[in-house]
């Protein structure tokens, strides 16, 4: 069974950084495409930031240049780096199998940005 556990939410002033993780198991890590999403309250789920097996990158517009997605193969996990966040940062975090083994989220991780 495919799980996605994400981790490293949490309260941070304007300005400051995160850094998120979600571990895959239950599948061969290293032929998915992964995806972090967000949803803020009363909003729709987007995705941020996407990278391939290969390691090929997409970030929606209004994260670029502060959000680094990456990825560890031999830990199976997937990260999201966020700097310079912005109280419009403020939003659930999930993590998402992109095509292939199919469609499965993690429980999400709170990510707030309030001085």
């Known amino acids: 069974q495919v799980q996605l556990v994400e981790s490293g939410g949490g309260l941070v002033q304007p300005g400051g950084s995160l850094r998120l993780s979600c571990k895959v198991t239950?599948?061969?890590?290293?032929?998915?495409?992964m995806a972090w999403y967000r949803q803020a309250p009363g909003k729709q789920r987007d995705r941020v930031a996407y990278?391939?097996?290969?390691?090929?990158?997409d970030y929606a517009d209004s994260v670029k240049g502060r959000f680094t997605i990456s990825r560890d193969n031999a830990k199976n996990t997937v990260y999201l780096q966020m700097n310079s966040l912005k109280p419009e940062d403020t939003a659930v975090y999930f993590c998402?199998?992109?095509?292939?083994?199919?469609?499965?989220w993690g429980q999400g991780t709170q990510v707030t940005v309030s001085s």
């Open positions: 998402h199998t992109e095509g292939w083994p199919g469609d499965y």
């Open positions: 990278i391939t097996s290969g390691s090929s990158i």
């Open positions: 239950g599948t061969v890590f290293n032929i998915i495409a």
